[in-house]
């Protein structure tokens, strides 16, 4: 059973010693049950081989940890009596929903049920709120996949525009946006997975609102987790980083 799972995760030959550290792993705590009181069912059959969790560190998504921690404390300081998330991680939603009421929408609605958050259906390109309806909105991480067919939507090379559009036109006016996409030194599609922005262009993007507050999530960890106001020369230096927009309506 475990030489079978073996062979389907197709490991490279720096890790072929690995199972044999976990079978002697297994035989070791086998040994360990015979000097205490068993309490559990300790047997093959319910093998589950996790072999690439002994590290020195805890490794973790760079973009979706510290974007998420940088959209909660950001809709802490705006406080509004709700706040709306369109397609952003579940996550964020579930954990702010712990001290503002928040709805989540996402083309493909989840099955979230938490106190205090409302999971609903909606397409970017057709949010379903009145004009200037919306003071606190969030759209983070999802812009930059619309129109590459990823998730099974239309092509459409404006994809992003038409839905940066209906943000702009749902959000009322000196209400507050969450904007997070993929930052870069320049403007790129890895097709099919996401676009790739540069600042100037968000900026471009959004020239009719006021930017409050930027940060980047820089590509390489040396570089600083969540740096706020990052230098040109950093910048520069991005292929793939992460950059979060707070942005008001004028």
């Given at each position: 059973?475990?030489?079978?799972?073996?062979?389907?995760?197709?490991?490279?030959?720096?890790?072929?010693?690995?199972?044999?550290?976990?079978?002697?792993?297994?035989?070791?705590?086998?040994?360990?049950?015979?000097?205490?009181?068993?309490?559990?069912?300790?047997?093959?059959?319910?093998?589950?081989?996790?072999?690439?969790?002994?590290?020195?560190?805890?490794?973790?998504?760079?973009?979706?940890?510290?974007?998420?921690?940088?959209a909660v404390?950001?809709?802490?300081?705006?406080?509004?009596?709700?706040?709306?998330?369109?397609?952003?991680?579940?996550?964020?939603?579930?954990?702010?929903?712990?001290?503002i009421p928040?709805?989540?929408?996402?083309?493909?609605?989840?099955?979230?049920?938490?106190?205090?958050?409302?999971?609903?259906?909606?397409?970017?390109?057709?949010?379903?709120?009145?004009?200037?309806?919306?003071?606190?909105?969030?759209?983070?991480?999802?812009?930059?996949?619309?129109?590459?067919?990823?998730?099974?939507?239309?092509?459409?090379?404006?994809?992003?525009?038409?839905?940066?559009?209906?943000?702009?036109?749902?959000?009322?006016?000196?209400?507050?946006?969450?904007?997070?996409?993929?930052?870069?030194?320049?403007?790129?599609?890895?097709?099919?997975?996401?676009?790739?922005?540069?600042?100037?262009?968000?900026?471009?993007?959004?020239?009719?609102?006021?930017?409050?507050?930027?940060?980047?999530?820089?590509?390489?960890?040396?570089?600083?987790?969540?740096?706020?106001?990052?230098?040109?020369?950093?910048?520069?230096?991005?292929?793939?980083?992460?950059?979060?927009?707070?942005?008001?309506?004028?």
């Open positions: 059973m475990l030489q079978k799972w073996i062979k389907s995760r197709r490991q490279p030959k720096s890790e072929e010693k690995l199972p044999n550290q976990f079978l002697n792993e297994f035989q070791g705590l086998q040994q360990l049950e015979q000097s205490t009181q068993k309490r559990f069912e300790l047997s093959e059959q319910h093998f589950y081989p996790c072999l690439y969790d002994k590290t020195s560190t805890t490794a973790f998504d760079r973009h979706y940890v510290y974007h998420t921690a940088w404390r950001t809709v802490k300081k705006i406080n509004p009596a709700k706040h709306i998330d369109v397609s952003s991680s579940l996550y964020f939603s579930a954990l702010l929903s712990a001290f928040v709805e989540f929408y996402d083309y493909r609605p989840a099955n979230l049920q938490l106190d205090n958050l409302r999971s609903g259906k909606a397409d970017l390109l057709a949010l379903p709120f009145e004009s200037g309806s919306v003071s606190s909105l969030s759209c983070m991480h999802t812009i930059e996949h619309i129109g590459l067919a990823r998730y099974g939507d239309p092509l459409d090379y404006d994809g992003d525009l038409k839905a940066i559009q209906e943000l702009k036109r749902v959000l009322s006016p000196g209400g507050s946006l969450l904007f997070v996409v993929p930052l870069g030194n320049e403007n790129v599609i890895c097709f099919n997975a996401h676009r790739i922005y540069s600042k100037a262009h968000v900026l471009e993007l959004f020239a009719d609102f006021e930017l409050k507050e930027f940060s980047l999530i820089p590509e390489h960890e040396e570089d600083g987790g969540l740096v706020e106001n990052p230098t040109d020369d950093l910048l520069q230096k991005q292929f793939y980083g992460c950059g979060c927009f707070w942005f008001l309506k004028k």
